[in-house]
């Protein structure tokens, strides 16, 4: 079975720094793909950052500069640095994984959910 649990998230004041973890368990993370989603009130689920089987990443042009998707393959581990935050940062974040050495566009396509860490920042 696999599960991926996240973090605890937390409250910062803009221009502050968090960072994110996903520990992954029934599931090697450089086996697929793995991303970072996030979802504020009233809006749609926005993937943020993404990194494949190949550790090639890619990043929201609203996080690009900002945010740092990286993975540690002995902890079997996700992270997500986020710097510079932004008040419209805030949201609750969710790791997910599909297999596939590569990630696909489709946010249905993802299989397997984190339980979703809230992320808060003010201005």
């Known amino acids: 079975q696999v599960q991926l649990v996240e973090s605890e998230g937390g409250s910062v004041q803009a221009g502050g720094s968090l960072r994110l973890s996903c520990a992954a368990s029934?599931?090697?993370?450089?086996?697929?793909?793995m991303a970072w989603f996030r979802q504020a009130p009233g809006k749609e689920r926005e993937r943020v950052a993404q990194?494949?089987?190949?550790?090639?990443?890619t990043y929201a042009s609203t996080v690009k500069g900002r945010f740092t998707i990286t993975r540690d393959n002995a902890k079997n581990t996700l992270y997500l640095q986020m710097n510079s935050l932004k008040p419209e940062d805030a949201a609750m974040y969710y790791c997910a994984a599909h297999y596939a050495n590569y990630c696909y566009t489709s946010i249905q396509d993802f299989s397997f959910w984190g339980q979703g860490t809230q992320v808060t920042v003010s201005a």
């Open positions: 029934g599931y090697t993370i450089s086996s697929g793909c």
């Open positions: 990194i494949n089987s190949y550790g090639s990443t």
